[in-house]
């Protein structure tokens, strides 16, 4: 037994230490104007950061580590959501102009104040995380002139309620088609790594065909390692980089998403 001024010798059993990776952030902040765009950010934003993570995630992978995965596949990745994202961006930016057009006809100089909005601070960690939020603020631009009009009594109640919901689904909408590509994505890396997986080994198996067709014509090549196949290039990668490894890559990086800032 030890005495109390012994000194314990007896190896320390160290924590183990995770080394995530360092991502680009942005910190920003954003005031939300509207019950629609507050509601939106709350119920959405969680989901749509997951989502533009694991886009992230697939676009890197795709670019950086060759397999069944290629640039092809990572231009699909973003050139997408970038597309889902301009695309609703460009309406209600259109439509924002449409309405300043009509303020201006009727001489509705003043704009209407809100009496709850709310200011929130986020951390970006792509660009679609900013396209979201450019969606929201221009959301609230749109309602904000449609109210307006409202308050001056140039549209009836019906008019401005059709109107503010008809461009909130255009958001919702929007949400749904970029949450919806990340699923697709992921279930698409599944049936590229199978069909790559089986013709890897229509490969190996023609390989074997051809190195015993040419031991039975006495050809002197059992000690040349070259002429009998071993694990090739393209088996020695895709053991590494599979869909498996896809999807720990995304868990991972989601993981560091959500801790990496307080």
């Known amino acids: 037994m030890m005495k109390s001024n012994d000194v314990d010798f007896s190896?320390?059993?160290?924590?183990?230490?995770?080394?995530?990776?360092?991502?680009?952030?942005?910190?920003?902040?954003?005031?939300?104007?509207?019950?629609?765009?507050?509601?939106?950010?709350?119920?959405?934003?969680?989901?749509?950061?997951?989502?533009?993570?694991?886009?992230?995630?697939i676009a890197r992978i795709s670019t950086e580590i060759k397999s069944f995965l290629d640039d092809e596949f990572a231009d699909k990745a973003?050139?997408?959501?970038?597309?889902?994202?301009?695309e609703c961006i460009n309406r209600l930016q259109g439509e924002s102009d449409r309405l300043d057009?009509?303020?201006?006809?009727?001489?509705?100089?003043?704009?209407?104040?809100?009496?709850s909005p709310k200011k929130i601070k986020v951390v970006l960690r792509s660009p679609a995380d900013n396209h979201f939020f450019q969606?929201?603020?221009?959301?609230?631009?749109?309602?904000?002139?449609?109210?307006?009009?409202?308050?001056?009594?140039?549209?009836?109640?019906?008019?401005?309620?059709?109107?503010?919901?008809?461009?909130?689904?255009?958001?919702?909408?929007?949400?749904?088609?970029t949450i919806a590509l990340s699923n697709n994505l992921?279930?698409?890396?599944?049936?590229?790594?199978?069909?790559?997986?089986?013709?890897i080994e229509t490969q190996k198996t023609n390989e074997n065909s051809i190195a015993l067709e040419k031991l039975k014509s006495g050809i002197n090549a059992v000690k040349d390692s070259e002429e009998i196949p071993d694990e090739s290039q393209h088996e020695k990668l895709v053991k590494s980089v599979t869909a498996d490894y896809v999807?720990?890559?995304?868990?991972?990086?989601?993981?560091?998403?959500?801790?990496?800032?307080?």
């Open 186 to 199: 992921r279930a698409e890396i599944r049936r590229k790594e199978n069909e790559y997986l089986s013709n």
């Open 11 to 57: 190896p320390v059993k160290s924590e183990k230490i995770v080394h995530a990776n360092s991502h680009p952030i942005i910190e920003r902040e954003f005031v939300l104007l509207t019950k629609l765009s507050q509601d939106l950010y709350r119920r959405s934003f969680e989901y749509l950061a997951s989502a533009h993570v694991n886009v992230s995630v």
């Open 247 to 262: 999807e720990k890559e995304i868990e991972k990086e989601s993981v560091e998403s959500s801790t990496a800032v307080a």
């Open 78 to 86: 973003d050139d997408t959501m970038e597309t889902i994202y301009q």
């Open 101 to 115: 057009a009509v303020l201006e006809s009727n001489g509705c100089a003043d704009r209407i104040r809100y009496s």
């Open 135 to 177: 969606c929201t603020t221009l959301l609230d631009d749109v309602v904000s002139k449609i109210d307006t009009l409202w308050m001056a009594g140039l549209i009836r109640n019906k008019v401005k309620i059709s109107n503010t919901m008809m461009w909130k689904q255009v958001v919702a909408k929007t949400i749904n088609r």
